[in-house]
């Protein structure tokens, strides 16, 4: 099979799918426009019929992936997880002895809840308690990152991967995964690298300076733009009269007047309407600078809102975010959510020019002025995570929140049993929710992602072109003689490797969605069971732990730690490499692959 040479409708998927990988690497287009793009090209050509393109919306595992994220969702805006970690679990004062607490919790949330909120919530907790310590957040948020990445793979329903994974399994016709499936290694991997983390792995995580210490420190790299309106107190003053020579916390550092850059500003220079104050220093002096007079407002955005107290919060942008791509000055933040942005970090560091002509990006670090609707304006969106401490639980409805949360692990509980199936009591539980009025038919719109049912649906599309020209049958073919003096070991190893690497650089969905027809093949090719290759494919993916794109959680913390690129090569490569020992070793034994 080496020298097998391809067809003509062999070489044009493999050309998709290089188009998919190139594409979705530069990131120039989003991941549901490149599948649903890629199953358009493969239907008009006539590789896949209509119907067999639009296969993966009658697909049962992707309706209940997209059921258990909205009950996920659900149970987490009760406030009851959020509940036992402030209230019930008393943090340790010692750094190693605060891991092994946080780390199974994040992990237990995360077997059973999507991880990004798990770790949107974790953050400003953790980072507080490194305040409090005086431990660095680049110290603690990577194993939280991490702890939520492994604890995803303990269940079928810990991460969407597992659940788009389970969906192409059932879009090839075979049985789908169970959700203990995943358990017997996923509980290898995880205790495996929570041990390397406890044992080793701390002493190669980096001490950097997070956004708001630098800030702290070095009030110069940081600017913002605040603009002298019509009718200002300040219109006619000098600067030194203004009392813009002695702010506490701030410095002028130049006067922007039409195309006229006045720098260094002097103390006699007289204000006037419309210049642009380029202010360095403390976020939360520019707050209050703002708070005490009338007349300034935002360049580029709209006015400061109006509350009894500004509050500075920090915010990430989602990788679902509508903001991804938009100008700061064109995201309305204060007509949709009572805010302002006053900076954008990426990578740690200030973009370079006038904050309102930024385009936002997912996993910019973006640092806001709040008024008093905030928090219930952004209770439900998917713009951004809230990583600062004003957002905190105060109020709990306990019986209503025991009831949601119970009822949610109660259908999972059924289905373990093999009771009742999963799509049938996930769908009965959102519609007593309904009918019970704890979710709204708005809400529930609102709470199913839209971009991950195409990405999966349309997975299950090129997927299909790959079965029916006979690539993956080539392929596997092929990568089996390849191996074949490593055995069976050996051609898991591959797939597992191939995906875990591809993940890296295309995100965990995409690489699994491309690995898995071959996967699947490779299994077929050598007469065995597919449920290795396919838990391989889904391990492979999650297991991202050297880039910070690769796996969401891992961008969330990227600006909220102050990391460095680099940073996340150095602590993560040795966990990257025990895991993958851990799952094909795993895998091989609890299969019975030796």
């Known amino acids: 099979m080496k020298g097998a040479e391809l067809t003509g409708s062999q070489c044009f998927v493999t050309v998709i799918l290089a188009v998919i990988v190139v594409l979705l690497y530069s990131r120039k287009l989003s991941a549901p426009v490149i599948f649903l793009s890629a199953a358009a090209v493969l239907a008009i050509s006539g590789i896949i019929s209509p119907s067999e393109a639009l296969a993966g919306f009658g697909n049962d595992a992707i309706a209940v992936m997209l059921m258990l994220l909205v009950i996920s969702q659900i149970i987490w805006r009760t406030g009851f997880v959020q509940w036992i970690f402030e209230v019930r679990l008393k943090p340790s004062s010692r750094y190693r002895v605060f891991l092994s607490q946080m780390m199974p919790f994040v992990g237990g949330s995360s077997a059973f809840m999507n991880n990004t909120p798990v770790v949107a919530m974790m953050i400003p907790f953790v980072s507080d308690w490194g305040n409090r310590h005086n431990i660095p957040a680049s110290k603690l948020l990577l194993p939280l990152s991490w702890a939520a990445i492994l604890g995803g793979m303990i269940t079928l329903i810990g991460t969407s991967t597992n659940l788009i994974v389970n969906s192409l399994v059932v879009g090839s016709g075979e049985k789908g995964l169970s959700i203990l499936d995943f358990t017997p290694v996923g509980l290898m991997l995880f205790t495996g690298g929570m041990a390397y983390v406890l044992l080793f792995g701390y002493k190669t995580l980096p001490r950097r300076k997070s956004p708001s210490e630098k800030l702290a420190e070095s009030p110069r790299e940081y600017i913002t733009n605040l603009i002298v309106e019509a009718g200002s107190d300040l219109v006619g003053k000098t600067v030194e009269s203004a009392s813009l020579r002695s702010l506490k916390d701030l410095f002028l550092v130049e006067i922007l007047r039409g195309d006229t850059v006045i720098a260094p500003v002097v103390p006699y220079e007289v204000l006037e309407a419309g210049d642009q104050l380029l202010l360095a220093g403390k976020i939360s002096a520019v707050a209050e600078l703002v708070a005490g007079r009338k007349g300034l407002s935002l360049a580029g955005e709209e006015d400061f809102p109006e509350a009894e107290k500004i509050h500075v919060v920090k915010v990430v942008v989602s990788p679902r975010s509508s903001f991804i791509g938009v100008k700061v000055k064109n995201t309305n933040f204060r007509g949709r959510f009572d805010a302002a942005i006053l900076a954008v970090h990426r990578q740690g560091r200030r973009e370079e020019g006038k904050i309102g002509d930024m385009k936002l990006r997912s996993g910019d670090l973006l640092l806001l002025v709040t008024g008093d609707d905030f928090a219930g304006s952004t209770a439900n969106t998917e713009d951004f995570f809230v990583i600062s401490m004003i957002r905190q639980i105060h109020n709990i409805d306990m019986k209503k929140s025991i ?30 929710f309904l009918i019970s009025r704890i979710v709204s038919a708005g809400e529930l719109k609102s709470m199913i992602n839209m971009n991950l049912l195409v990405v999966a649906a349309f997975a299950i599309a090129v997927g299909r072109a790959v079965q029916v020209t006979g690539l993956g049958d080539l392929l596997a073919n092929s990568v089996v003689a390849w191996f074949e003096p490593l055995g069976v070991i050996g051609v898991l190893a591959a797939v597992y490797l191939t995906t875990n690497i591809l993940a890296e650089l295309i995100t965990t969905t995409a690489a699994a969605t491309i690995v898995f027809p071959f996967a699947a093949a490779s299994a077929t090719a050598l007469g065995i069971d597919g449920t290795p290759f396919y838990l391989a494919v889904a391990y492979g993916a999650a297991a991202n732990f050297i880039t910070p794109v690769g796996y969401q959680t891992n961008l969330m913390i990227f600006g909220p730690g102050g990391y460095h690129i680099n940073d996340f090569l150095k602590a993560g490569l040795p966990l990257k490499l025990i895991c993958a020992v851990i799952a094909i070793t795993g895998i091989s034994l609890v299969h019975g692959l030796f």
């Open 403 to 432: 009831f949601i949360t119970a009822s949610g692990f109660s259908c999972i509980l059924l289905s373990i049993f093999g009771l009742v199936p999963l799509f049938n009591s996930l769908l009965a539980l959102i519609a007593v």
